[in-house]
């Protein structure tokens, strides 16, 4: 794939400043996503030594509230084995022994690469200091298949039969294999879903949880989620997800699912997605994070000294539709705290001439847009982020096809012939109005149509940082009747200092 040479970016012009990157060097997955004693753990996919990928290890990073992060050491660094996806528990009754003084230990499974072999199997680590240092268990694998092809471990305690159960996927099979264990290290093969749905080159980093079904008290169905390497809506990589009844040992699609895949977001940058395990009862989401990049294009982007980023945590919620059941997401409610600079529009006619909204945002690299759209005669309704040297990102409302969409092929300077182009979702706008949240972090862009119907997850690469928003409509009227706009404010602090990695 051709790839423009271009000069290195200035330091910090693309990292967001309120959705979670790495101080520096390269990260991608989330993995280990687990929550102990008022803490979110984020582990993630890091090279300690470069912006680019290799040497892989879980990166390590924690928040009390999923919006201030602070990272931490390296938690699982590479030896002999590169330490791919995987996840975390708190083995609350210390069912692999490995907890001290009556505390359970939080435990690791996530996948060995051996470089020279290309072996891919199932390894394990444990903390028992609450997430702080990590150790080796034993001196290999826990499960090994014999395969160059087996990895990405999601695992959780099964209640009704008191074990613990994994789904890691055959990768190029498109399956996803069920294991059950009652003490997170003898693993006994229960079940082999697929291949359904969108088939890739790869199949990765499987989801299994339960979903109480919004409005049918006392109903629960399954979501099983799997990430395709390719076939995505917007092209590359994206995550899928089938919705079912699991046994304990067998997931089984609901009778209504279909061939045709389910899509999680219809934006080109969500992939690898994850939710965290061990979420208090009382709070009850179910909260979900992913990358914000595409294999397509994933080490092509610029970006220094960082490169990865991660999309806004989000908490979800299923429902059903005609379509079938359905996920919603909305950005967590934790993401509030950040706003800063409220400014308020209301009942603004719209026609062929752009409006300027910088009276409501005097800079919007970092903010967040919750508008209402009446579409009215209009063909088209167009939000235009613009920058200094006229680089243009469009969120855009096409009310005859009943669409929404984000067209970035003027967003930035040229990098990569894979990145660019226009993404789109399917949007019911028979009553005349659709509502958009839009959230903006100086290289990505996020929209939540219809209070999360639907979600569209873009990076982009403006030439400045600074940007400005303009809404008109064309081909007729259309009225803006309601807008809040936010600037945000960081996460970080200023520092990018991290504690050293030996090798």
């Given amino acids: 794939m051709a790839t423009a040479q271009a ?44 912006n680019s990928w290799g040497h892989m290890s879980w990166g390590h ?90 990895r990405d471990p999601k695992v959780f ?113 969500l992939y690898a997605t994850a939710t965290w395990n061990d979420i208090p009862s009382k709070d009850g989401r179910r909260l979900l994070i992913g990358w914000a990049n595409n294999l397509r294009y994933a080490g092509a982007i610029p970006g220094y000294p960082e490169r990865g980023a991660m999309s806004l945590p989000r908490a979800l919620t299923l429902h059903r539709t005609a379509k079938g059941y359905r996920l919603q997401q909305q950005p967590v409610k934790e993401l509030l705290a950040l706003r800063a600079d409220h400014h308020v529009l209301n009942h603004v006619a719209l026609s062929g001439r752009p409006t300027s909204l910088e009276s409501a945002l005097t800079d919007a690299a970092s903010s967040e847009l919750s508008l209402d759209v009446s579409t009215g005669s209009a063909q088209q309704i167009l939000l235009t982020l613009r920058d200094a040297q006229g680089y243009q990102t469009v969120v855009g409302v096409n009310p005859a096809v009943n669409e929404v969409f984000i067209d970035r092929d003027r967003a930035g300077p040229h990098f990569n012939d894979g990145f660019g182009g226009r993404q789109s979702t399917h949007v019911d706008m028979h009553s005349g109005r659709v509502h958009l949240n839009i959230f903006v972090d100086r290289s990505i862009i996020e929209v939540f149509v219809d209070r999360g119907e639907k979600t569209l997850t873009d990076r982009f690469f403006p030439g400045s940082e600074t940007m400005r928003w303009s809404i008109q409509a064309r081909g007729g009227k259309a009225k803006l009747v309601h807008l809040d706009a936010w600037r945000m404010k960081p996460y970080r602090p200023t520092s990018d200092g991290l504690p050293a990695v030996s090798r």
């Fill in 157 to 269: 305690w099964y209640a009704p039969t008191k074990y613990w159960v994994m789904a890691a996927v055959r990768a190029t099979r498109n399956q996803v294999a069920i294991y059950t264990s009652p003490d997170l290290t003898h693993w006994t093969h229960a079940s082999t879903f697929g291949p359904m749905g969108a088939r890739a080159t790869a199949w990765e980093c499987p989801d299994l949880y339960p979903m109480a079904v919004a409005g049918h008290p006392g109903q629960v169905r399954w979501v099983l989620s799997v990430n395709a390497s390719n076939g995505a809506p917007a092209g590359g990589s994206g995550t899928q997800y089938f919705v079912g009844r699991f046994d304990g040992q067998h997931f089984t699609p609901v009778q209504a699912w279909g061939k045709a895949p389910v899509w999680l977001d219809d934006g080109a940058d």
């Fill in 7 to 50: 000069a290195p970016p200035a330091p910090n012009l693309y990292r967001p400043r309120y959705h979670f990157t790495p101080n520096r060097n390269w990260g991608n997955d989330p993995n280990g996503l687990v929550y102990y004693r008022g803490r979110y753990h984020l582990f993630f996919q890091y090279n300690p030594y470069g």
């Fill in 61 to 150: 990073a924690t928040s009390r509230d999923l919006v201030h992060w602070k990272q931490h050491a390296v938690a699982i660094p590479e030896t002999q084995v590169m330490a791919f996806s995987g996840s975390a528990v708190v083995d609350r009754h210390n069912s692999s022994g490995l907890g001290v003084h009556g505390h359970p230990p939080l435990v690791a499974l996530y996948t060995g690469f051996n470089p020279k072999t290309l072996s891919q199997s199932q390894y394990l680590a444990y903390s028992q200091d609450g997430g702080t240092t990590w150790k080796r268990y034993g001196h290999g694998p826990v499960l090994d298949i014999g395969s160059k092809q087996f």
